[in-house]
Every structure is written in structure tokens, then in C-alpha cells.
């Protein structure tokens, strides 16, 4: 069965600092992996989502995700981080059948002004 | 295009009791899933439907149950709620693979 991690439970930056959030995953076959960010108190939204082709994967408001198989790891980054990207942050894999999506334990992200 | 819609937003039901939550899917979407977002516990996979029928469900006792109508809406029935029960509660639909899930904003239920 597939896993997802995310060592990171909070993590504090400065706004304007860039930021990566760590996600390793867990999956006999080529995997499906996503990102979401949920805002407090909402529901989740898609920021970007990798299944085939290049490894640097682009998403919405300015994120962007790298696969790398050989360490397992679908890591989220941003060059630059904005008050308003506080918020905790979901990486999942989804099954063979493309139908059950696994979460990771989810990482609080707060930005510091 | 609408998105996923949940309703109600926000309930507060005793223990014992029993809640029914509603999810509408995008129109087009088939597929219905349930997740359950606890306090500390993250997001656990409740139930599935597809085209009427419940696929899968994750972990939960059967006093979890639910249903999809021939419009692909869904209900998510808790009988004899328990106070762990309190929990977000998030609907999300899609055609699933790699198109991903869309999410509603879910419902807040309180157990008290």
C-alpha cells in the first residue's frame, strides 16, 4: 500500500525567504503524487500535481515541485514566500487505480514578517 | 464552473445522534470521495462512490455509511455520534488519476 511523509510537522520562514517542504512517498510503481495547501478553516486546493514526463513540475502561485525516484521524494518549493502563504500544506499519492488518494500528516507553515 | 459544494458548514449535533452531510460534485464528475479531518489526526479516507456504488471505504466503523444518487450527489450518514466524531469533514470529486481531486470547503461537525 502507499505512504506519503512529511517530516516537516511546522516550519517558520521569513517572508521573502524561500521555502521547501520536504514529502517522501511510499509506492511500488510509478506514482501519482500531488500538492495542496489548505487555508484555515477551508478545504484543500490543488496546487500542482506530477504523473509522467518532465520532473520539475510547475503549479499555481508561484510553486513549483521536483520528483526524484532514486530518493523517493516529491519536494515542494518557492523562491520567495509571501504572508499570505501561511497556511498547511498536503502532499499525497495516489493509488494504482487512480482512485484513493494518501495524505501525508500535513506541514503548518507560517511566515514571519 | 461550480465547484465542489458541501452543506451544511457548520453543525453541532449531541452524542448519540445522528448527522447526514451533503456533497454535490462538479458537474461531470462522477466519483465522489469522503474524508475525515480530525484534530492531530489528519486526512483519513472514508468512503468512495462511482456511478452509484460504494467502491471502497477506509477504516471507519459502519455507523459510517453514505450514499450517491443517480445526479452523482452524495450523502455521508454518522449514526450514534461519538464525541471523537468532531471533525472537518471533506467531500472531493473527480474523474481521479491523474486529473486529481477537486475539494469542497467541507462541514464542520461538533460532537458535544
Known amino acids: 500500500a502507499q505512504s506519503v511523509t512529511q517530516p516537516d510537522i511546522h516550519i517558520t520562514v521569513s517572508e521573502g525567504a524561500s521555502l521547501e517542504l520536504r514529502c517522501n512517498y511510499s509506492?511500488?510503481?510509478?506514482?501519482?503524487l500531488f500538492w495542496y495547501v489548505q487555508s484555515p478553516g477551508q478545504g484543500l486546493q490543488l496546487l500542482l500535481k506530477?504523473?509522467?514526463?518532465?520532473?520539475l513540475v510547475q503549479g499555481i502561485k508561484g510553486f513549483e515541485a521536483e520528483f526524484k525516484r532514486s530518493q523517493s521524494s516529491f519536494n515542494l518549493r518557492k523562491p520567495s514566500v509571501h504572508w499570505s502563504d501561511a497556511a498547511e500544506y498536503f502532499c499525497?499519492?495516489?493509488?494504482?487505480?487512480?482512485?484513493?488518494?494518501?495524505f501525508g500528516g500535513g506541514t503548518r507553515l507560517m511566515v514571519k514578517p | 464552473e461550480a465547484g465542489v459544494t458541501q452543506s451544511p458548514t457548520h453543525l453541532i449535533k449531541t452524542r448519540g445522534q445522528q448527522v447526514t452531510l451533503r456533497c454535490s460534485p462538479i458537474s461531470g464528475h462522477t466519483s465522489v470521495y469522503w474524508y475525515q479531518q480530525a484534530l492531530g489526526l489528519g486526512l483519513q479516507f472514508l468512503l468512495w462512490y462511482d456511478e452509484g456504488e460504494e467502491r471502497n471505504r477506509g477504516n471507519f466503523p459502519p455507523r459510517f455509511s453514505g450514499r450517491q444518487f443517480p445526479n452523482y450527489s452524495s450523502e455521508l450518514n454518522v449514526n450514534a455520534l461519538e464525541l471523537e466524531d468532531s471533525a472537518l469533514y471533506l467531500c472531493?470529486?473527480?474523474?481521479?488519476?491523474?486529473?486529481?481531486?477537486?475539494f469542497g470547503s467541507g462541514t464542520r461537525l461538533t460532537v458535544v
Open positions: 506530477y504523473f509522467s514526463g518532465d520532473t
Open positions: 509506492y511500488g510503481a510509478t506514482p501519482y
Open positions: 472531493a470529486s473527480g474523474p481521479g488519476g491523474d486529473y486529481g481531486y477537486t
Open positions: 499525497a499519492v495516489v493509488n494504482n487505480a487512480g482512485n484513493m488518494l494518501t
